[in-house]
């Protein structure tokens, strides 16, 4: 499976079974984790077989059931902190769709279970992911139009449109889709957060910028 198509078959799941990720896969994802932690300054640690952080079944949003492993999004606060989480986490979900696991992120329907995870000074946990065997594949929430989400002088060319259309396939929270993508002169593009209230839009903004250069190749252009 490529990354283009995990991430073409990858939707959120709130319900899971019992079985537990084999140790092969553990090791794949933790890993990854070390990496992705040296490589951006945050602290993302993966829980396995706790149950209790999401013992309430409903809370403020959404419904889970069976969630005993998660990746806890942790790092230092700030807007810079949060486009990473978004950007590194979804990084993760990705490899864990490959790997046959399903995920879910999540932002307020858990609970912080004393000793399961550490945090150095000044970090905070910025959300959640639920990770393990789905008893779903999940579902494809309705796609909106392409053109609300971008702006671009003259027709975008194949590379951009590609890569918004990865983004479109991006989780956020409570599928707000709060981002736009602007294209400037000499192959450079902005990502802007737009205004939400249901918050963690620069977590959203890292996820769908992850997917936005999946789509468009990181060599065709450059972040501004």
């Given at each position: 499976?490529?990354?283009?198509?995990?991430?073409?078959?990858?939707?959120?799941?709130?319900?899971?079974?019992?079985?537990?990720?084999?140790?092969?896969?553990?090791?794949?994802?933790?890993?990854?984790?070390?990496?992705?932690?040296?490589?951006?300054?945050?602290?993302?640690?993966?829980?396995?077989?706790?149950?209790?952080?999401?013992?309430?079944?409903?809370?403020?949003?959404?419904?889970?059931?069976?969630?005993?492993?998660?990746?806890?999004?942790?790092?230092?606060?700030?807007?810079?902190?949060?486009?990473?989480?978004?950007?590194?986490?979804?990084?993760?979900?990705?490899?864990?769709?490959?790997?046959?696991?399903?995920?879910?992120?999540?932002?307020?329907?858990?609970?912080?279970?004393?000793?399961?995870?550490?945090?150095?000074?000044?970090d905070v946990v910025h959300c959640v992911i639920a990770l393990g065997y789905g008893a779903n594949a999940g579902v494809q929430h309705p796609l909106k139009e392409a053109g609300r989400f971008y702006e671009s002088e003259?027709?975008?060319?194949?590379?951009?449109?590609?890569?918004?259309?990865?983004?479109?396939?991006?989780?956020?929270?409570?599928?707000?889709?709060?981002?736009?993508?602007?294209?400037?002169?000499?192959g450079k593009v902005e990502a802007r957060p737009l205004p939400s209230i249901y918050g963690y839009t620069m977590v959203d903004l890292g996820i769908v910028k992850y997917h936005f250069e999946i789509g468009a190749g990181?060599?065709?252009?450059?972040?501004?």
């Amino acid at each position: 499976m490529t990354i283009q198509e995990a991430i073409k078959c990858r939707h959120s799941v709130r319900r899971y079974t019992g079985q537990q990720i084999e140790t092969e896969k553990v090791g794949m994802l933790r890993t990854e984790i070390e990496r992705v932690n040296a490589e951006s300054g945050l602290n993302i640690q993966l829980v396995l077989e706790e149950p209790k952080s999401f013992s309430s079944g409903i809370w403020k949003y959404g419904y889970f059931s069976g969630v005993k492993n998660y990746f806890v999004m942790a790092g230092p606060k700030g807007k810079e902190a949060e486009e990473k989480v978004g950007y590194y986490g979804e990084k993760l979900v990705i490899m864990a769709q490959m790997l046959g696991l399903n995920t879910c992120w999540v932002g307020l329907t858990y609970k912080k279970i004393p000793g399961t995870y550490e945090l150095r000074d000044a970090d905070v946990v910025h959300c959640v992911i639920a990770l393990g065997y789905g008893a779903n594949a999940g579902v494809q929430h309705p796609l909106k139009e392409a053109g609300r989400f971008y702006e671009s002088e003259g027709t975008a060319p194949e590379w951009f449109q590609k890569g918004l259309e990865m983004a479109l396939l991006a989780p956020t929270a409570v599928n707000q889709q709060k981002f736009k993508f602007i294209l400037h002169e000499g192959g450079k593009v902005e990502a802007r957060p737009l205004p939400s209230i249901y918050g963690y839009t620069m977590v959203d903004l890292g996820i769908v910028k992850y997917h936005f250069e999946i789509g468009a190749g990181k060599e065709t252009f450059e972040w501004v």
